[in-house]
């Protein structure tokens, strides 16, 4: 990793307790960054008690106070947010025909109108404060392919994809950027459990032509990338990051 490539970013992520978003406080401190951490589970705070520049709050994406809170922080300590990384979210197996529209509500409510409202109130914040930013949101290969037992969770992260794109303009007149990225299968806290299913998991591999799991720095890698000045030309982008899956 580039030596202090986050140097004087202050960037928030969500879903910061486990997999994905764990590795990326930690890469992003060790870039330079100060981090501001929305974790929902108070015991994963542990994972960070030796890490510095970090402030963790704790509560769920979907609860605006905290979100408002964490923006208001910010103000009140000089340390304004100039990225986010959209990282909260929650996975859905079930048959197409068996989804209620309470599971409908359920995982649009946290995979995508979270977003959207963090969005609004992120954007009026860095209007009134003049800050020129980065945005990255978690999509997913299943929202840009499709998969089995997965429609609700697909139409979630395709939702997402739409309004990153949908959103360019109104963050560029801010002079600030949004990409959205979209790993493949990761070592995140199911791995252990999917491997135990010999069949399924040897099919992702020979799907796969790098033949492996991504590891959640592979993820968190190019995502610092898109929150960096090194990539201060790209904006409304929807990249896959699945080992070639996607061109298979």
């Not at 340390?79 to 990384?85: E, G, R, T």
């Not at 977003?115 to 003049?130: A, H, P, R, S, V």
């Not at 697909?154 to 963050?171: I, P, R």
């Amino acid at each position: 990793m580039i030596e202090n490539i986050l140097k004087n970013k202050n960037v928030l992520i969500t879903g910061a307790g486990k997999g994905i978003g764990k590795q990326l406080v930690i890469d992003c401190v060790e870039a330079g960054a100060f981090v501001y951490c929305l974790i929902k589970t108070k015991s994963d705070n542990s994972k960070f008690t030796d890490l510095p520049n970090i402030k963790i709050f704790n509560g769920d994406v979907n609860n605006l106070k905290i979100l408002k809170s964490i923006f208001k922080y910010s103000l009140n300590n000089k340390k304004l947010i100039n990225c986010i990384v959209n990282n909260a979210g929650q996975r859905q197996r079930k048959k197409f025909i068996d989804i209620t529209k309470n599971d409908l509500k359920k995982i649009f409510d946290t995979n995508f109108f979270s977003i959207f409202y963090l969005l609004q109130l992120y954007l009026k914040y860095i209007q009134t404060n003049k800050i020129n930013s980065s945005v990255v949101n978690l999509g997913s290969i299943v929202g840009k392919l499709g998969f089995n037992d997965l429609s609700g969770y697909s139409a979630t992260k395709s939702a997402l994809e739409g309004l990153t794109k949908s959103l360019v303009h109104d963050f560029s007149k801010r002079s600030s950027r949004i990409n959205i990225v979209h790993p493949g299968f990761t070592k995140t806290s199911f791995y252990d459990k999917f491997k135990e299913n010999k069949k399924l998991y040897k099919w992702t591999l020979s799907r796969t032509p790098l033949s492996k799991w991504a590891e959640p720095n592979d993820i968190s890698s190019l995502i610092i990338f898109l929150l960096s000045d090194y990539s201060k030309f790209i904006t409304g982008e929807s990249i896959a990051i699945d080992g070639g899956w996607s061109n298979t």
